[in-house]
């Protein structure tokens, strides 16, 4: 009965989705509201994903030759002291941070640029500093209009890579590989998959000379930018006047890329596995992988053979680098304790009663298909390894299954019209390049274009829309 | 000749203790000056430093039971919408963040307390919920009138963490446990010895019961605030009505603490161990433990033996786990190399020429005595492991004496005097208990009271300025 208590919280995603992801949020603890509108605290539960997320991201990023440095937030004195004339009684020890933000959640904004190019030009002189490749970790603030967590809030956290190139050919090279390595960490480490390519021009960062994004398919049909990579050309170099005396002791200006991934990402996990019964995370970012849920007896004490037995478990569990926790609440009844982990998206389960001691096994049960399996305690420590594994490399291709049931080439604006109105997705059609054409499908069915894809050969048409000449087929999809 | 030009470079730290500081940290490019006054850049060499404190840090918080979230930056939308009438033409998308500063670098500023004690009184509602034991890692601004690269900085990065408690008992065993864990990493990673104990009421956290700090001495004879924990009593929990039901269903108050230590170490890890040449880092905190120089042979080519030769021996030491870099540098001569490696406070240095090939040996040079060890290739790894050991705690050891032979027992007020306007250092003496007294102690001497020691037995005796009773001595310096 505690059971269905919790499950019937959520609301069914089928019901309201924009609900069942708050509900989630909220109810696994993942986040919180703040006491401002659009502030976000990430809570213990939500931040353990977040740190896994990041030590895996950022041993990518080390792997691929970066360093992390940091830079501060930028504090115009000019603004303070204007704002010291106004504000009467304010103290000054006080400061006024200002920040700029964007609509984009996805873009550098001016800030980060503006610090870091204007450092990059003390520091750089000559082709010998040349690649400059850094990453920064940081918070970043962004004044929105509407906000949900972990997808558009005010504050958020993300990484930003910022390098510097002595040629246009380096900075494409960095631009594709930090795509790629945003998508394989998309894929291995979140069971994400992704589409991938340049935006088009109407959609790119402002100063980018080509923007690359990875683009998700969450479960309502919508797509999630969960990534981006900018070839920035000279603009940035240019503007703030970065140049070095190369080879030839020629002075020369170099070439940039940014890129970044956010917190947001967090939210595309929810969006992309959970169900109706709370969240399901990928064993490599769940902070537990298995909970242990130990069944009182029927008479008599627990703490006489199920609690120790349950610790040796744990024990040995953990001995092999598992994350595992103990439910050892004694104010709770199992049923309730398999519903809160169940909600929190535990991968596996380990349930262990008396009569499972007696017969020296136990009953594991996953989390993404509620499998349950009973297995000899000798052999479990190999099991819960083989079962998250399953997990991990099944929540990847039931997404997968998904994402492609969910993509459709569309051959003309009708049937474009009708799958938009009926259950979205990606949609693969041909685009004549028109960034006016672009803005009347965006207006009328809610589409934008996502990627021009690397992933498939291009295929010459014609425009879904106006029937003029198309290139290549792009990747439509109503955007979060 | 190289090595001279290099180390004439940094000022010496007899003659000017201010600029040799300034001297280590932007030449061994720990950190730089951002373009507003007081904002510093954290370079990669400083950032890597920070990145293993940090990561040895978690542990240490993680260990004692606590977790990591993320609470937000505070933004008074009431400011916000003020600012607004007034700023003409300022974007809507810009927000300004506005943050409360204080002029002691420890202290938790308001806002922080103010938006975790608000979300605390959110989530907790049972004796069940208690502890909180929650810790975050962020960025905090604070408007400093004079500033200085990890000392003092108009943002700097830190750790806070804020529990909640039961009892009082409990909140007190709380902040002494996290005042040894400070203590411990202070000694163990930074070999950076402290004296450690609670604060005068006129030095502790506003709103605390009690503020307990780890102390440092500087190679000045100047105290560095390295870390502060705050028994914070029922002021917080009252202040912002944070309630549960305890054990009686009745309504209870908890009690609470906060403690913290930021990148401020830094700047006490190079007072504490650097030198006339440069800095000398200790090599738990190393970005690189140990720099391989290849010599290049006197005619032909270094590429033909000694650099494939000494590609091999840093893949060796890798192996082992050592953080070690390759200098093939191919414009720049050994001793250039010896200087700029001695300049950042590499532990060992890594000599291999064509004649150490010959014998298939190296030399390893130690940073801290300078000592050169002629090593066959075979033991190297040995050796290597053995060398770092012994620098480790050679440091500690040497500042532990530098420690005492820098702490003055005070028996008169001529003395005192006369020991701060000599060397300074920590001056143990006693204290009435009067803050009259402490105030006129300082403006005569610039001498505070750090702490009062809680790693000696209390001595009675009278205060050294007035000559009423001191029930204890306590420990003044002059701090940063």
Redesign the interface.
Known sequence: MEQERVSKEITPRSQDFSQWYLDLVLKAEMA?Y????G??????YG??V??HMQADMDRRIKETGH???????????S?LE??KE??EGF?????????????ELEEPIATSEA?IC??YA??VRSW?DLPIL?NQW??I???EKVTRPFLRT??F?WQEGHTLHATAEEAQEETLKMLHVYREFSEEVLAMPVVWGPKSESEKFAGAHKTYAIEALMSDGKALQAGTSHNLGQHFSTAYEIEYLDKNQERARPWSTSWGTSTRMIGGLIMTHGDDTGLILPPRVAPYQVVIVPIPPRKGDWSEAVLPKSREVMASLRATGVRVHLDD?D?QQPGFKYADWEMRGVPLRLELGPKDIEKDQCVLVRRDTREKIFVPLTEMPAKVRELLDAIQSGLLQRARKFLADNTTEVASWEQFKAVMAEKRGFLVAGWCGDAGCEAKIKEETKATIRVQPLDREPVAGSCVRCGQPSPAQVYFAQAY
Chains 1, 2 share one sequence.
């Open positions: 919180d703040g006491p401002v509108k502030c976000m605290i990430i809570r213990p931040y353990a977040w740190e360093v992390n440095a940091y830079f501060p937030l930028f504090i115009p004195k603004y204007k704002e106004h504000v103290s000054p020890e006080c400061a006024w941070v200002t920040i700029g933000g964007g609509e610090i204007s450092m003390k520091w010998r850094i940081a918070n603030v962004r004044w005010t504050e956290l609440r104010n």
